[in-house]
């Protein structure tokens, strides 16, 4: 080949280079890395609906994400991982709206004792306009909200029966940390401690605390039915949570990713919903297996009477009286 035949063959195969659509090489592609904090074990809702996260995601985009799901509250209570979240050391997890609440207090309308009458009342309410306003106050405060989620009813927790409110004058029970529950147990005469989800079997066990509230789930998950068996199905709080990202985390993703994990999120939500209501029917035979108990609420009209205080004191704090009649009046 002459020399200027060489140099027209480099021209023509170097423009030819030029016009070809450039190809992502493997070493160029960006893996992310998540870590995500689960308070339960890999059998439980809790975890179950990251690995179904995960596995969507590497469906629609392979490769771009690397889920490590530490399950067991291994990182910690809700409280600690909220904390973690805003300081950028967790990525992702799910929270009680009870928990989110010291950030974002209108998130209490979730939490108002006897509000909601069912989980499709509650579907209904956070998937409108409430839901849209939260999630917006959400992000204010470095949570970005994938999608809200419920956990099923409160019951009341006890050594021995607990069927009326002034069965609980002067006994310590047990609280999220949060003003809302701790007003609704103290308008009942009992004497509310705070104390991480994680401590309660042990505070239980030795006294520190008599009872407790909590969802059938989560009663099984930690075992509580070996030191409070009696459950009272007073159903009182419609447990909330939301499926949660760091904003610092949230902020270094791509448009695409972006719009991507908050589709997916959305359908992990009614995934959880589904895993919750079939996990809380294995959770009460297992508690009823291993000697707990269930009893019905007496005086029910005391308890809700209770339940009106609470709204009245919260009222303000969760955008006025008018926000709590529509979110009741919701069809």
Same mark, same amino acid.
């Given at each position: 080949?002459?020399?200027?035949?060489?140099?027209?063959?480099?021209?023509?195969?170097?423009? $030819?280079?030029?016009?070809?659509?450039?190809?992502?090489?493997?070493?160029?592609?960006?893996?992310?890395?998540?870590?995500?904090?689960?308070?339960?074990?890999?059998?439980?809702?809790?975890?179950?609906?990251?690995?179904?996260?995960?596995?969507?995601?590497?469906?629609?985009?392979?490769? !771009?994400?690397?889920?490590?799901?530490?399950?067991?509250?291994?990182?910690?209570?809700?409280?600690?991982?909220?904390?973690?979240?805003?300081?950028?050391?967790?990525?992702?997890?799910?929270?009680?709206?009870?928990?989110?609440?010291?950030?974002?207090?209108?998130?209490?309308?979730?939490?108002?004792?006897?509000?909601?009458?069912?989980?499709?009342? =509650?579907?209904?309410?956070?998937?409108?306009?409430?839901?849209?306003?939260?999630?917006?106050?959400?992000?204010?405060?470095?949570?970005?909200?994938?999608?809200?989620?419920?956990?099923?009813?409160?019951?009341?927790?006890?050594?021995?029966? =607990?069927?009326?409110?002034?069965?609980?004058?002067? !006994?310590?029970?047990?609280?999220?940390?949060? !003003?809302?529950?701790?007003?609704?147990?103290?308008?009942?005469?009992?004497?509310?401690?705070?104390?991480?989800?994680?401590?309660?079997?042990?505070?239980?066990?030795?006294?520190?605390?008599?009872?407790?509230?909590?969802?059938?789930?989560?009663?099984?998950?930690?075992? =509580?039915?070996?030191?409070?068996?009696?459950?009272?199905?007073?159903?009182?709080?419609?447990?909330?949570?939301?499926?949660?990202?760091? $904003?610092?985390?949230?902020?270094?993703?791509?448009?695409?990713?972006?719009?991507?994990?908050?589709?997916?999120?959305?359908?992990?939500?009614?995934?959880?919903?589904?895993?919750?209501?079939?996990?809380?029917?294995?959770?009460?035979?297992?508690?009823?297996?291993?000697?707990?108990?269930?009893?019905?609420?007496? $005086?029910?009209?005391?308890?809700?009477?209770?339940?009106? =205080?609470?709204?009245?004191?919260?009222?303000?704090?969760?955008?006025?009286?008018?926000?709590?009649?529509? $979110?009741?009046?919701?069809?």
């Amino acid at each position: 080949m002459t020399v200027l035949a060489r140099r027209t063959f480099i021209l023509a195969s170097a423009g $030819a280079l030029l016009a070809a659509p450039p190809v992502l090489r493997p070493a160029e592609a960006r893996t992310t890395a998540l870590t995500i904090a689960s308070l339960l074990g890999e059998d439980k809702p809790e975890t179950l609906v990251w690995r179904w996260i995960a596995e969507r995601m590497e469906e629609r985009l392979p490769g !771009r994400f690397r889920f490590n799901v530490v399950a067991n509250a291994a990182l910690g209570g809700e409280k600690e991982v909220a904390e973690g979240a805003r300081l950028g050391s967790i990525q992702a997890s799910l929270s009680t709206v009870s928990t989110l609440s010291a950030w974002v207090p209108e998130l209490q309308l979730l939490d108002l004792p006897f509000l909601f009458r069912d989980a499709g009342h =509650l579907r209904r309410v956070v998937g409108g306009a409430t839901g849209a306003d939260l999630t917006r106050r959400l992000a204010e405060q470095g949570f970005v909200a994938g999608g809200f989620i419920d956990y099923g009813a409160r019951h009341l927790l006890g050594k021995e029966p =607990l069927t009326r409110p002034s069965q609980l004058q002067g !006994r310590t029970i047990r609280v999220i940390q949060s !003003r809302l529950h701790t007003s609704l147990w103290s308008g009942f005469g009992a004497v509310p401690v705070g104390i991480p989800i994680t401590e309660t079997y042990n505070a239980l066990a030795t006294g520190v605390a008599d009872a407790m509230d909590l969802t059938i789930s989560a009663y099984a998950g930690f075992k =509580l039915y070996e030191v409070v068996p009696c459950l009272t199905r007073t159903a009182h709080i419609r447990s909330s949570g939301v499926i949660f990202y760091a $904003a610092s985390f949230w902020d270094g993703l791509a448009d695409e990713e972006k719009a991507l994990l908050r589709q997916v999120s959305g359908e992990a939500a009614a995934y959880f919903n589904d895993l919750m209501a079939a996990d809380e029917a294995q959770s009460l035979e297992l508690a009823l297996s291993h000697g707990g108990r269930v009893v019905e609420p007496e $005086a029910i009209d005391e308890w809700r009477a209770g339940a009106q =205080l609470v709204w009245s004191d919260f009222e303000t704090g969760v955008g006025g009286r008018q926000v709590i009649e529509a $979110a009741l009046q919701q069809e």
